[in-house]
């Protein structure tokens, strides 16, 4: 209903000839009813499986309706990426040998130095498993699951010379059969290292343009220091888990070499996937039926990623990747006016497990128990009520900056031929985040003030950027 009244009747408003704001109008009414026959005909049927869209021509208005409003997934072809340096051969400054189908790993050592340190997770080796459970035919009775040892997911640090060496191994088939383990290369900050390092005057990629409307990594690279871009780098075999990705973000992930394969299940099929105590299992293909008896009536989304696509993977799907090939990709996690709520639900949570958590003390603790719940909080998932206000706050002086006339002027000026109706479109598009923001930083403080110790205030920064914010989102609404 915002997105119907609101955008629409901002756009007539913003055009200067009522020829344009009659054409606008149209084809605003266009892409909803667009947007209503698209998501009526890829609703999930009995089985819970649904249709991922492949978007060969990435466009953004489309995309924002379709799949960020609706929390969608959808696949992007090769034309969102374009050649990035990283894409490239390892003698043209890129990351890859000459044929542009592997990773020259023996160049990115060079990039990094040997002794530089890289993340690691050990992953099982399925093929490994498998050989041993035929040989000893031994099985878990009434389970179906394999017993395998219990090694994925436990990180580390290691030199990146070492790694270079396990995944040159790991290309030889009989090598890699025989190992009992992989290593997989996961959540490396590589942006942010380089940046640390020599700056990032020519980096190896870019964020497409369609996912820089990014609030977590804007936050987060300016007041931090730190962010939530990635690089992951396995040999065939590797995988991630089952999981929901950190802070109810939506992630995007780039596959520069090598195939996927992603396992998605809607949040609507929580019920189906967890176990008694609300765990999930931990790998699809090996769970303990006993634990987890409605599991196979969740029927998966599976979809085959190949090189040069991008997957945008909505807030709240569980999904599992595993690697068909060697695999290169590089990833971010992003929040934004259309996720924000899941965002503050997520903290939220976490603020009531930190409560369960100590609740045995909160006697003993004398005023102090909830600043104790907040530091937990924030420990364990980098964000708490006060931080997400502080967010709210640094995208709320952004997108208000942009919206002054000057601003818009210079964005016209910069863009050389600006249609007035993509003008338009971007300052719908702001006014719109302002709304949302505005709900946002109300549910937070309404939180927040539910978990203050007797002597504890709201910071009275926050208090005025709620009523700032409500009465530019009245003289929006009502102007």
């Known amino acids: 209903q915002r997105l119907g009244t609101f955008q629409e009747k901002v756009w007539q408003q913003d055009m200067a000839q009522p020829a344009s704001a009659e054409s606008r109008a149209a084809e605003w009414r266009e892409v909803t009813r667009d947007r209503s026959r698209w998501s009526a005909a890829h609703q999930p049927e009995d089985s819970g499986s649904w249709a991922v869209r492949l978007i060969d021509v990435p466009q953004w208005e489309p995309f924002f309706f379709h799949h960020l409003v609706t929390n969608v997934p959808c696949v992007f072809g090769p034309a969102l990426w374009g050649d990035a340096p990283i894409s490239q051969s390892s003698h043209r400054g890129g990351w890859l040998c000459d044929d542009l189908t592997a990773v020259d790993v023996e160049s990115i050592v060079q990039l990094f130095g040997a002794d530089y340190m890289v993340p690691v997770t050990h992953c099982h080796n399925n093929a490994y498993s498998e050989r041993r459970l035929a040989a000893a035919e031994n099985a878990v009775p009434n389970t179906g699951a394999m017993v395998v040892d219990n090694l994925d997911g436990l990180p580390c640090e290691v030199p990146f010379s070492e790694f270079a060496e396990h995944l040159i191994a790991m290309r030889n088939p009989e090598r890699r059969a025989r190992a009992q383990t992989l290593m997989y290369l996961k959540d490396w900050h590589m942006l942010r290292d380089l940046d640390r390092r020599d700056g990032l005057a020519d980096p190896p990629y870019t964020c497409p343009q369609i996912f820089q409307d990014d609030y977590l990594n804007e936050f987060s690279l300016k007041h931090r220091a730190d962010d939530y871009r990635f690089v992951y780098l396995g040999p065939q075999g590797t995988q991630t888990l089952l999981h929901t990705d950190v802070l109810g973000s939506y992630s995007w992930s780039h596959s520069v070499v090598g195939r996927k394969r992603w396992s998605f299940y809607s949040p609507e099929a ?108 924030k420990a364990n998932c980098g964000f708490n009520y006060e931080t997400v206000c502080e967010l ?42 302002l709304v949302q923001l505005e709900s946002a930083l109300t549910t937070v403080m309404t939180l927040w003030s539910s978990a203050l110790d007797p002597d504890e205030v709201i910071p009275a920064q926050y208090e005025r950027l709620a009523e700032v914010l409500a009465e530019q989102c009245v003289n929006l609404l009502t102007t």
């Open 270 to 377: 929580r019920g189906l996937l967890v176990d008694a105590q609300g765990r999930l299992p931990r790998d699809i293909n090996n769970v303990d039926k006993g634990k987890h008896p409605r599991f196979a009536e969740a029927v998966a989304t599976v979809i085959v990623q190949e090189p040069g696509q991008t997957v945008f993977v909505p807030s709240g799907w569980y999904h599992q990747v595993e690697n068909i090939d060697e695999c290169l990709s590089v990833n971010a996690n992003w929040v934004n006016s259309c996720n924000i709520d899941r965002f503050i639900s997520t903290v939220a949570e976490d603020h009531r497990m930190a409560k369960h958590e100590i609740s045995d003390v909160r006697e003993v603790m004398d005023g102090e128990w909830h600043a104790a719940c907040h530091k937990m909080v």
């Open 392 to 433: 709210i706050t640094v995208v709320c002086d952004r997108i208000s900056a942009e919206l002054e006339p000057a601003a818009l002027m210079a964005r016209g000026a910069e863009a050389g031929q600006l249609s007035e109706l993509r003008a338009a479109t971007h300052r719908a598009h702001k006014m719109f985040e």
